[in-house]
């Protein structure tokens, strides 16, 4: 309830009133305002805001995108699973090629872009294995970064509260058990963090070169698409450049769910994508990847006269030009 108002005039109307205070105060006027996010789920059509009644009161608009199966796809089979976007959970499952959750929760905000404040994924014994969390955990922040959601909030950093029997989903959310030890899906995103920073000199003679300009040609094994090998190009303060690659393809399997009773998802290997990275002398550059259990490890490359060749998997695989 809001001047006599209830959901979700209620919502639109204090909105409204946010954005005006905000923009007319210069202490706050340069700070973002988030639009409000929907705790229901619209997918299909039915958002109780009309289109683009929001976009004059925010700078970013607001959703929760949790990856999980899609079923406003097309229901075809891919990669060894059945109707494979229904069926996986992969972090751009519901975002890129069949957009349901920019389709359904966009439309308020207009042409504003969007801010994720809450994605995740749940260990409890029906969800992702903290292996798969720890692979999927990166690739969330690279995908929403890549598709321009300007800010990306994980839920949780710690397992809301203790259970030992594993049912409970909204218990294991965290990057860090209840018992505040780490999963792998801390150390990925620590990985992440470190991969794509590096310190600013404090003194700069001259200003950093451009980001070279690299290519890159995949070649996918049988039953594979090459479109699946996403990627981003990040200059770093001290005037290196990295390329983050990776499979964009679901490692879990979700038709299990649907049986009775309820089994575990099932999870699915694939094998890596062949990558030659050219366009500059990467002679000197350097190959890792996120490891199973979170962390940075070097992984084999081979720079040839046509360019640097690696093998890109499901972890984030990172080249550093210096």
């Known amino acids: 309830m809001y001047k006599g108002r209830t959901f979700p005039d209620a919502a639109m109307e204090w909105q409204k009133d946010l954005y005006r205070a905000a923009k007319a105060d210069s202490r706050t006027a340069g700070i973002p305002v988030i639009g409000p996010s929907l705790g229901g789920t619209y997918w299909g059509g039915g958002n109780p805001f009309p289109a683009n009644s929001l976009a004059p009161y925010v700078d970013w608009g607001n959703f929760h995108p949790y990856p999980g199966g899609n079923s406003f796809s097309y229901p075809s089979d891919y990669a060894g699973i059945s109707r494979y976007y229904w069926n996986a959970d992969f972090p751009s ?71 030992p029997t594993g049912y409970n989903r909204e218990a294991h959310f965290g990057l860090l058990r209840h018992d505040l030890t780490p999963k792998p899906a801390f ?7 470190s991969a794509v920073s590096a310190p600013k000199p404090s003194a700069l003679t001259k200003p950093n070169p451009p980001s070279p300009q690299l290519t890159l040609q995949v070649n996918a094994p049988a039953g594979y698409d090459a479109s699946g090998l996403h990627h981003l190009q990040f200059a770093r303060a001290d005037g290196s450049t990295v390329l983050a690659l990776w499979h964009e393809i679901s490692g879990d399997d979700l038709s299990p769910l649907q049986s009775t009773p309820q089994q575990p998802i099932r999870e699915v290997y694939h094998p890596c994508l062949a990558v030659t990275v050219s366009g500059v002398d990467l002679s000197a550059a350097r190959t890792t990847a996120i490891g199973d259990d979170g962390r940075l490890v070097p992984i084999p490359s081979r720079a040839a006269t046509t360019g640097l060749k690696v093998q890109v998997g499901e972890q984030v695989t990172f080249v550093t030009v210096p």
Request: aromatic share 18%; hydrophobic share 35%; no cysteine.
């Open 93 to 163: 499952v519901a975002l890129d090629r069949y957009p349901t959750n920019f389709d359904t929760y966009r439309p308020p905000f207009g042409l504003r872009p969007m801010a994720a404040t809450e994605t995740g994924y749940s260990t409890f014994r029906f969800g992702q294995s903290e292996k798969m969390q720890g692979r999927y955990v990166p690739r969330i922040f690279l995908e929403n970064f890549r598709l321009g959601i300007r800010r990306t909030f994980l839920y949780e950093l710690v397992d809301s509260f203790d259970d």
């Open 187 to 193: 150390y990925a995103l620590q990985s992440l963090i």
